[in-house]
């Protein structure tokens, strides 16, 4: 056994070999659909800029299919696998339950990913994301799903038998780091979420097929927000787990209070899944009394744990860089932070994008007089890009300036372009999102080819203050799709050609 293991010279942490090859292996694949995704991000944001409208319709339905599988399901996903095993094996000295189910999780989940990204190139599948009945894609698009949904529980079932066997073998002491607990949460969510998703998408595929003669529409919205939404806070438990590991990392932050911050997890668990209903507010299908007990009632338990985690986080880096002596006046501490430090840049953005953008849109477009007027335009898009996107995505990012030297034992390179990265991506997250829901206020669609509408039987055009806004737009996805050049380019420079470190 001893054979297996690696101590990390730095933190004092074993590391299972078999673990890593898999945190590894995940690691890049989830970068790989990052650039993929980035790459169509850019098509996108040049067409929906009128002023360039790049890509003709069918391209333009097809790649934004692609983009939202490639970032919202494969990006986060892959990583969150990785975060898994590297929360339980690695920060609990353990080693993983069996690593062989880990590499079956891996093989479902890329062919499962390979055949929906092929089914969708290759046409007939331009359902978008949501792919709402009755729009009908391949059935090997839906099957492509369900293999990636399998082989994703496999890996959640591997985190939490390699958590049981850490216990048994006492690889650890007292209750699981904060962390670990966060990433358990995130688990939770994510078995829930994805059978969720086999229960519609499995008969959807058989329809698509032509086994089954119909799919009830109601039916399937209903239970893809139970996915699709509550896969959303997959990401948050994920992201806030990483929160608490940077700002340890970054500036030797502890949670001013582990039972506060758990419970926060807790209130994630137990009612994120049926405040999902706010994506349904203009279904007719479901009464206004169980609509408004779900999204003006349940959702604020789930939102009182991000508010919750907001002043956690924000809290224990205050504390900890006033213990370093920056104590003039009530900021000195934030203007003392190590921004040089990518991480640290990282993580701020990533909770400042979040909190402010993400979390008080989420709540403004949660109730119904709101959602009326915004759920079709480019507010939501403006909505999920900061939460997702700027929130999620750079929680990621700035781990993984510490995950290449810790499991890929690179030095990371291009240091001076990594300090500017997160600024470049986060900046212009931030304008882009900004920009979305200011133009979505005049009623630009969320999803519309052209925004003039040229193929009606009238023109129309919202006038110049929304072509400014789009040109706006697309400046800022200009911006973060260099910032994500920028990562993807540090990363497989520093994964192929990095100094070996920790040797």
Known sequence: ??????????????????????????????????????????????????????????????????????????????????????????????????????????????VGASITTVAVLAGGSDVMFTSYVPLKASPFYYLGIVLFAVGTIIACILFFATLSLAKYEKTYEGSVPLVTYGAAVAAILAIGTLAHGAIFYIPTGLWAAGVIPMMDPEAYRLLFWGFG??????????????????????????????????????????????????????????????????????????????????????????????????????????????????????LVFSVAGFGFLGGITGIMYGTEQLNILGHNSLRVPGHFHATVVVGTSMAFMGITYYVLPLIFQRQVMFP????????????????????????????VPRRHWDITLADAPFKYSFGPTVDLGMAITAIGGILAVIGGAMFCVIAVATVLAGKKVNQ
């Not at 994506?279 to 779900?294: E, F, Q, R, V």
């Not at 789930?302 to 009530?330: D, N, Q, W």
């Not at 001076?416 to 009623?443: D, E, N």
Request: charged fraction near 10%; hydrophobic fraction near 55%.
């Open 1 to 110: 056994m001893a054979g297996d293991f690696r101590t990390c010279p730095t933190t004092g942490l074993k590391v299972h070999l078999p673990a890593q090859t898999l945190i590894k292996v995940n690691a890049v694949t989830a970068i790989v659909f990052l650039l993929v995704g980035g790459i169509l991000a850019l098509l996108l944001l040049l067409t929906r800029w009128q002023a360039v409208h790049l890509l003709p319709p069918d391209f333009f339905y097809r790649f934004l299919t692609l983009h939202g599988i490639a970032m919202l399901v494969a990006w986060i996903v892959y990583f969150e696998v990785a975060l898994l095993y590297f929360t339980s094996a690695v920060l609990l000295n353990a080693r993983l339950a069996t690593p062989r189910i880990g590499w079956l999780a891996y093989i479902l989940m890329t």
């Open 416 to 443: 001076t372009v990594a300090k500017l990265q997160p600024y470049f991506y986060g900046v212009g997250m931030w304008i882009l999102s900004i920009a979305m829901m200011f133009v979505g206020s005049f009623g």
């Open 229 to 346: 939404h509550t896969s959303q806070q997959i990401n948050v438990a994920a992201m806030i787990a990483c929160w608490y590991a940077l700002a340890a990392l970054t500036v030797g932050a502890v949670p001013l209070s582990e039972k506060f911050s758990r419970s926060a997890f807790v209130l994630y668990a137990l009612f994120i899944a049926v405040a999902s209903e706010h994506h349904l507010l203009w279904d007719p299908g479901i009464s206004s009394a169980h609509k408004m007990w779900n999204t003006g009632y349940v959702i604020h338990l789930a939102v009182l744990a991000s508010m919750m985690h907001a002043f956690s986080v924000p809290g224990c880096i205050e504390v900890a860089l006033r213990k370093k002596g920056y104590t003039k006046g009530l900021f000195e501490w934030l203007k003392k932070g190590p921004w040089g430090d990518p991480a640290f840049a990282s």
